[in-house]
């Protein structure tokens, strides 16, 4: 419902069923001035009451063709995004790693000649790789023991 100032300069939208059927004094929330504020009539409350409900049930219909307008343009594939997975990162950066170490060895003497301090890495490497082969050789004889 719509009401105006005594003033006619301001109009504020109120609920009707905030004014009583006896009515109710208000006072301008701009200029403070107050008037006793009559109820709409039957008619009017009739018509608030119609165009209230067309358009509760506009917002209604249209919130429901936004959400069906939303998914229906929307390819499948991009309607549930997947998480992460970093164990397939993992693994894809250890697999570079372990070839660029091979690489590294079939270069060994280029890259020593260039970066003779990289002696201390090549030493390493290799004293890694003789424990992990004795250990796996140790791993496989413990599982297929030998008669």
Request: with cysteine; proline share 3%.
């Given at each position: 419902?719509?009401?105006?100032?005594?003033?006619?300069?301001y109009k504020f939208i109120v609920r009707?069923?905030?004014?009583?059927?006896?009515?109710?004094?208000?006072?301008?929330?701009?200029?403070?001035?107050?008037?006793?504020?009559?109820?709409?009539?039957?008619?009017?409350?009739?018509?608030?009451?119609?165009?209230?409900?067309?358009?509760?049930?506009?917002?209604?219909?249209?919130?429901?063709?936004?959400?069906?307008?939303?998914?229906?343009?929307?390819?499948?594939?991009?309607?549930?995004?997947?998480?992460?997975?970093?164990?397939?990162?993992?693994?894809?950066?250890?697999?570079?790693?372990?070839?660029?170490?091979?690489a590294s060895f079939q270069f060994k003497?280029?890259?020593?000649?260039?970066?003779?301090?990289?002696?201390?890495?090549?030493?390493?490497?290799?004293?890694?790789?003789?424990?992990?082969?004795?250990?796996?050789?140790?791993?496989?004889?413990?599982?297929?023991?030998?008669?």
């Amino acid at each position: 419902m719509i009401i105006s100032c005594e003033c006619k300069k301001y109009k504020f939208i109120v609920r009707a069923e905030d004014i009583s059927k006896d009515g109710r004094l208000v006072q301008c929330g701009v200029c403070d001035k107050q008037w006793f504020q009559e109820p709409p009539t039957l008619e009017e409350f009739k018509t608030l009451k119609d165009n209230y409900i067309k358009e509760d049930d506009e917002n209604v219909s249209k919130e429901s063709s936004k959400k069906q307008a939303s998914t229906k343009n929307v390819p499948i594939k991009y309607k549930q995004k997947t998480k992460i997975d970093f164990s397939k990162i993992f693994f894809t950066v250890l697999i570079i790693l372990v070839i660029g170490v091979f690489a590294s060895f079939q270069f060994k003497d280029l890259i020593l000649i260039q970066y003779p301090d990289s002696t201390n890495y090549f030493s390493i490497i290799e004293e890694f790789g003789e424990y992990i082969s004795k250990n796996i050789s140790g791993f496989i004889d413990m599982l297929i023991p030998k008669n």
